[in-house]
């Protein structure tokens, strides 16, 4: 089992609805992701949070909201999507420091499609 | 340049025999951690294994180890006794301690099929 929860796996919205993707983790980590996948093509990352304050916010647009409410949760906002924003999204989490390890754990993903 | 070079876009291996996945990686920063990823067709990104840059062993964790040969700056994933369940997309990643702003990097993967 997946200690990194996300929810909904699916989630089928219009271009004009707004959405949230929800993420929870309980491995006491302080270190939060948000990936976008196409298919077979490696995730992409959107946003970093570290101790709750977003870090990096890779240049995604606004229509792409995250919220960071405490260290165990991450939400993804989304509102006026457009189709190419269909795609798994992944959450991840991860220690913070300095060192190269500290492996991020992923969420199983949400499938979304914009219609 | 490609941070993370993973050469095989497709590869089939017979159920019980060895196979092994390359990946190589380029990096001016001395303190970095390589990382394996499992991916099934069902979407969860599975963490396999880790390699830190100044591990002096080979890290191993069940039937996977990693191959790490810093001055060719490789790390190969070897999967010993393939089972069907195998079959998968699997990816190599490096974390940069200095560069990058710690984000892990990602290859373009490579698509393990287990023949029965």
Known sequence: ?115 | AQKITQTQPGMFVQEKEAVTLDCTYDTSDPSYGLFWYKQPSSGEMIFLIYQGSYDQQNATEGRYSLNFQKARKSANLVISASQLGDSAMYFCAMREVYNQGGKLIFGQGTELSVKP
């Open chain 1, 1 to 115: 089992d997946t200690e990194v929860t996300q929810t909904p796996k699916h989630l089928v919205m219009g271009m004009t609805n707004k959405k949230s993707l929800k993420c929870e983790q309980h491995m006491g980590h302080r270190a939060m992701y948000w990936y976008k996948q196409k298919a077979k093509k490696p995730p992409e990352l959107m946003f970093v949070y570290s101790y709750e304050k977003l870090s990096i916010n890779e240049s995604v647009p606004s229509r792409f909201s995250p919220e960071c409410p405490n260290s165990s949760l991450l939400n993804l906002h989304l509102h006026a999507l457009q189709p190419e924003d269909s795609a798994l999204y992944l959450c991840a989490s991860s220690q913070v420091g300095r060192t190269g390890g500290g492996a991020q754990h992923f969420g199983d993903g949400t499938r979304l499609s914009i219609l």
